[in-house]
């Protein structure tokens, strides 16, 4: 429950959470533990948004070499796009840390079962139990 071992696909690393046996799911050692998590994870991108400020300001020039001019602009393109979908992921995060807060966290919104302490830790923002969002996935590849 602590900040400090294994990563998982954010930019930070956590102890994973030992369940404890016939422990509630979502208890409150759960959720705080989930809760840290996810506001690490904020934290870590918001600092991400800070950092690419500060380089587009300090690295903008006006570079009279064509070429030189449009390797800078690819280069912040890119960086906006990468920020772009950090800003999405952080408005899960949000949505996420609400759910805790009223008490939906952890439960697959399309059926309600819980969708389980692995699958949060591996991806926190998770809103769909393995079984749904594997339906999604199939459904999603029969549309186009």
């Known amino acids: 429950m602590t900040n400090s071992a294994k990563p998982i696909s954010s930019p930070f690393s956590f102890t994973p959470y030992i369940e404890k046996e016939g422990e509630e799911y979502m208890n409150e050692a759960q959720l705080k533990h989930f809760e840290m998590i996810l506001n ?20 903008a020039a006006n570079f009279p070499d064509p070429n030189d001019r449009a390797t800078q602009e690819s280069e912040f393109s890119l960086e906006l796009r990468t920020r772009d979908r950090e800003r999405r992921l952080i408005k899960k995060i949000d949505d996420s840390l609400k759910e ?12 309600g079962i819980e969708i389980g302490i692995r699958r949060l830790e591996a991806r926190p923002t998770a809103t769909l139990c393995i079984d749904c969002k594997t339906l999604d996935e199939i459904r999603e590849k029969q549309m186009g």
């Open 100 to 111: 805790i807060e009223s008490g939906d966290y952890g439960y697959c919104e399309s059926c």
């Open 40 to 59: 690490n994870w904020r934290a870590e991108l918001m600092h991400e948004v800070d950092r690419t400020v500060h380089h587009m300001q300090d690295d």
